[in-house]
């Protein structure tokens, strides 16, 4: 049964809720804000109803007692006018009687005279007084200073260490803590990572039910790496795991063990373990691994003994920990090829989960869960949105749900329309649309030829992806213009033809430039730099030159999860293969850039046709480019049905 953060009906759940109400992480784990302002509006008025209760009584005495001068009572004395005198050390006190009958209270300060006590005798005067308690001024002489001093002085200390920037907390683990109560998140709320889901179906039973597990001598893995692209939902996964379990789950992110002090890092893993050992069962959470377990000697010049300090701690921590005491460790990454190897050996980080891309089933599954609470028109298909999406992962579907929410709400629309995912979408894949950048018609008609020959070239290839969208409006910082494509299904592989047809695609936009104005722009620099990537990675890393062979020439560690877009920073291989790779690269794209210029010289009435409707609409899509593209492909056939008669004769 899991212990419940929440619940203060033991020592340890106070001590807990103590740590999310002063501790941890700032703006996370904090409790219950509303009782820590009550507890302290208690103490403040308590005491401010002291000091009014103490005011109000010195008030009173002031305003009732009247002080008068020792002369003045001394001749009240003598007329008979004063009674029930109180003879203090310092002070006289007692009541007078005026002229017209009415008796008020006075004081006076009290002098050394041997004849008041024999004038009040004569008089009849009643007089006594009091005894002073010294021994407690002494007392509270001591004290009063002392509890000052302890008051101010705790105070002090809470400050430097009771705080997460506390200079006496470095050591403690600035760990964001969730009660099983306070997750609120499910397997119901992760969608398109359902083999992910199920590789952690296990550890949620073993969480649940640890004995099922034990009896038969099993031994649930003590460590769990989710591993995938940015966005995919590795936080949000281990959060559904403490979720479905119900029990606590610690957060912490790897670059928050590692500090300027020698021995905070692993300090802080231990106090990690300290505190989950203590609310087993539950799941330590370490986010972005990689900054913290970077393989030890990957870069022996700038080393940074204190964070495989800090590694080491949490690799002592990990083997000596016990996985049946109910306490998982998961971690997420995106760069799993620099871990340390110890890290991932058995008895550490078992289970290895990989979130991939999801596919557009993934993706149509993802959108139903972020479309909940939005209010959506009759006309949004999710399946069109997911196929128009090729590549997102869950974040960038939330974030694509949430632009074509505002725009609708900018429009003053009654719900979100297939029209606002669309904008949505090129919002986000192309940047913001900026229809007042002034263009001058010169630029406006290279930029408008530039995109006709991405989109022609796409049209007339067999092996890309067909055109969805056509715009001349500039987006984002440097954009003029962009040739939108959209895969038809979800693909993992490429070959060398598809490659090529990708290059001759890219090179469109610069061959149509010089066929129709005999010049280049810069405006293809973009263009040019990813067909040299392909060409290169062609060469260099998929084999496929026939002058190399089937061989690769990079082994720098890559994650197949990041595009780094880092070159190698050194080689094995020599200068001469060198100079062959650059021949190949150079030979590749030129063969490329030829048979775009065979296809656009042949198609250049089509070439013009496009642009003609570009410089009119400024975009074409949706039904007018599939008619302008079915007649394209109409031509082509009709070309090539003559092409094959022209051979038979």
Known sequence: MAKKIGDDSNPVDKFMNRIRGTGGDPGHGKGDPSQRRVHFSIWYFLAALLLITWLQSFMAETQQSERVSYSEFKQWVRDGRVDNLVIGPDKISGNVKDESGVVRHFSTVRVEDPELVQLLDEKGIKYGGYLENKWIGVILSW????AVFIFFWSYLIRRMGGGPQGVLSVGKARVKIFAEKEIGITFDDVAGIDEAKGELQEIVQFLKDPGKFQRLGGRIPKGVLLVGAPGTGKTLLAKAVAGEAGVPF????????????????AARVRDLFAQAKEHAPCIIFVDELDALGKARGLNPIGGHDEREQTLNQLLVEMDGFDSQSGVIIMAATNRPEILDPALLRPGRFDRHVALDRPDIRGREAILKVHIKDVKLGPDVDLKKIAAMTPGFVGADLANLVNEAALIAARLDRDHVTMADFQMAADRII???????????????????????GHALVAMLLPNVDPVNKVSIIPRGIAALGYTQQLPTEDRYLMTRDELIERLQVLLGGRVSEEIIF???????????QRATDIARSMVKEYGMSERLGPLTYTHEPRSPHLDLGLAPRDRDYSERTAQDIDEEVARIIGEAHAKVQNILKERRDQLQALAAILLEKESIEGEDLKKFADMVKAVQAADRKASAAQAEK
């Open 430 to 452: 192309g940047g913001l649309e900026k229809k007042n950048r002034a263009m001058n018609p010169r630029e406006k008609e290279i930029v408008a030829f530039h995109e006709s």
């Open 518 to 528: 005999g010049d280049v722009s810069t405006g293809a620099q973009n263009d040019l």
């Open 143 to 146: 004290l009063v200073p002392l």
């Open 250 to 265: 610690f957060s912490m992110s790897g670059s928050e063990f590692v500090e300027m002090f020698v021995g905070v890092g």
